[in-house]
């Protein structure tokens, strides 16, 4: 491969990779999403487009690039669908990929090898060498493997090395080969009828036959792959954990458990009745089902009664009135600030203030109370009050626990659960409960089953030993039967919450968001039963996984590595694309534990590999005597100290990009994928990758989820994640002078930008895809210097300043002439033009915080400069009224945002015109000149109030009538109103009255500069 640009470097499938990625969040079955939990997965689809992108060459014409673009991403088109909004069926459009490598499903076609081939043609007949030092789940190396490279996969944290051996080593290792099916699944004629249905569709006889034929020996057992060996072993390890399970999961009258739901209870300060901590009463609540837990205070009002509520009325006459209705007849026992008690209060009342309970918590005094079970009825689901029987079970079950981990390796898993804090660790907040060791955050008969399983899966070993399976397959459907008990954790904690909504599982698992908040209430699974949350349901899960992995047949072999990317790589690479973490988003070590201990026990003594890389009692955080360690931004390794911890990551992803340049080849790649709501974090990304010695030359804002607004497409409103691409600078580069770049940055990206929009890129996106083209002429060069300042250098921020201005300068001038002659505008105040951009993108709506902070510093201002000083923007949190609960959730728990760091969802509005009527609106204040927007909405409080005469004055004393400008803005105001509003009605007559006062404006001096 040469050094001359690739794909990547000149155009990108934007909107197929972002529509593929959307759609990949609904895959189920067979992604490798539902292997193991690992946080902030970047979708398949955006990493096997960037892979091609950077791996093969620019065709070098617009023909050849838009051909190649379409092979891989396929065509959009859009399409109608019906969908469901309340009560109401409404029309949405949506748009899809057709063709391209890209979609879900997609990475089987034959295009794909046409792929793999020609990226070997690329490179010479030779695989590439791909690296991502910071693999985590596993999306980018099993892309790079799936195109035929050879891979190098690290990652420092134990659990993600495992689900990286489980992704790509173990498939890539066994594909191919096939075993016959073990004796015991032979004899299940259960097991028999599910391998018959998943091989093949068969008629009953059909079916009948096979079972015979098996099961008489009349032919040799058949030979099936490993996905088909976990599923057996994972039959042996159920049935073997049942004998000892069952017992503790009582059916009462004929209807077997499907779930116990449970409530914290703490003593009443004033009347020391045990007070059931519900978040709500509601068991479930569907248009076709409503189930209430009902509750009233004791006869000698020690405790509570429950009942059960079926066919509950709906009442009231609009959605919102239902919805209140429903909030009040469902209300539990807890609000944000404590918790009422039933039996000396009433609703709304405090008796146990949060921080009571907190004290409750640390003194080991918070219990448990079983408030409804959930049955499998005839046809669904039905609730029912707990038998005795249901509350003797659940208390024996505890009696067995320290049988149970007496014979597993290293016992109960008592190591220490994070510390809650600030920046990463806000996630964390059940020690603060008392909740301060891992097996605590189980109920007894959870723990009981998690340590019967894991010692099954333990003893499977001496089993699979013994029917003469190779030590590498033993390895193998161990370390799956391992995830499979992982999976199980993750659905059996005391964090674990009953769904009010239940679709299929009505579980919401532990890790639904990437936090371990305190919870009050909450549901125990049956874990030896097929529904959610049991063994039978992650082995399959699993097994599907690999399933799909059949087609790593021939693919090279991966290198997983456990290492910190501080300490060095080795071989050279051509490619280097990765995804660090971002600041303090996600505390991927401390989360992760919950899996590490579990992992440690079921896995130790496997392999003299396995034993080392969980030898310590937890996961790596930070060492600070080596200065090696998790790279995230977490004070509590600092001790609090907030700026030694955010520098000490910087200096950290300074060094991880100086090791990646040393091991790439000169003419290598280097991709970042980088997410944070904060442009300031970019910065100081941007700043670590030039000084690690990279040319910063493309950026490409990839979207991984998709809005509920069906505007949120076109406005890009919701891009997560943003590929940088750089490559390493020349030796030879000399320092450059900021005039010279400013003007190279302007002559290259003005071209760029129109390419960008005439590919429809629009909003925030359009801003990022413009940084990195700017970015090239800044960053060859090591150090820009100031032409009239000696001695001073032109920094990383000041250079983006210049680029985001003229990106929003040539935005705006877009929206000024009606998106038609593309004419650039310069002389317009900052917050016009935020205010254009605003409301060009995302009308009077909500806006998520990150676009609007990235567009107010491309204004030179800030979100809060626009929200305080100038009255612009209002902050509304961006909570509907029925997600106000789960919003509340979020806040007590201080949760983190899965991958996108987009924190917990604040949100902008702009203020409407009307509501802007302070008295100084429209006049300088404090030697600050008037914003135009500001003019023009003085003017139109003074046209609605019929004030003719101070409409002409004001317009006079401004100097508007001849200003070029205004007119422009003013015609733009008109077009972005809603057609009929009352608004466009007033700018119109506005308008109209301008012109009719003979306004033909004079003074062309007021700039609007020609495209060049
Ligand atoms: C954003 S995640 C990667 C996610 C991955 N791309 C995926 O799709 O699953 C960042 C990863 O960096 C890892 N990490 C943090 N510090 C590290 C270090 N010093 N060396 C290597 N890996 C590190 C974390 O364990 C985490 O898995």
Redesign the pocket.
Known sequence: MTDGPRLIERAFPLKQASLDSVHEKNVRHGHISTLHI?????PLAA?RAALIAALLPDPGTPEGRKRLIEKIGGVVVKKIEKKKIGDRTVEVEREETVGGVLHWGREASPDLEWFRQEIRKAWGGRAPRVL?????????PLEAMRLGCEVTA????PV?WFILKCTLEYPQRLAGQHRPLPGFALESVEFMEDFFKGTGKLTKKQMERNLQVVQRNLLPPPDVDLAWHVRAWGWWVLERAKVDLERFYPTVDGKPTVAYLWARTVACKNCRAPIPLLKTRWLCKKDNKRVLLTMEANADRTGVVFGVQSAVPVAGGNPAQRREHDRRLGQGTMSRNGAWCPCCGKPGTVAMKLEDIRQEGLAGRLGAVMTAVVVAGERAKEYRLPTPADIRAAADAGKEIERVFAEIPFGLPTEPTPKGGSGASRAFSVDGYGIDQWYKLFTPRQLFALGTFCRSIREARRAMDTSGYPQEWIESLQAYLAIALDRVADRSSSLCRPDPTPTQSGIINTFSRFALPMNWDYIESVPVEASSGGLPGAVEWISKVLDQSRGMIGSPEARVMK?????GFGDQVDLVL?????YD??P??DL?DFFYVWLRRTLHGLSEEIDAAFGDRLGPKWDSGAS?????DDSSRFDDDRVASRLAYEE?MYR?FKECGSVLADTGRLVV?FAHKNPDAWQRLMSALIRAGFVVDASWPIQTEMGNRTRAFASSALSSSVWLVCRKRLQTARPGWDTGVLEEMRENVHTRLRDFWDAGIRGPDFVWAATGPALEAYSKHPVVKKANESGQVMDVSEFLRAVRRMVVDFVVGRVLSGNGDGATVSGLDDVTTYYLLHRHDFGMEEAPAGACILYAMSCGLSDRDLADDYDVLVRTGGTGAEEEDEERELEEAKAVDE?SGEGTGSKFKLRPWAYRARKSLGYDAEGRPAPMIDQVHRLMHLWKAGDVARVDEYLDARGLRRSVLFHHLLQALIELAEPRSDERGLLESLSNHVAARGATPEDKQIPIAAES
Do not use: C, H, K, Q
């Open positions: 690992w946080p902030a997965r970047r990493a991502d030092p910071f693999a985590g789940g596993g999306a980018i690290i990652d420092i944290n993600a290492s910190s990317v501080l300490s990765t995804d660090p973490p971002y988003a996600i991927y070590s992760m090696d360690g998790e790279l995230i950290g991880a994928v991958e």
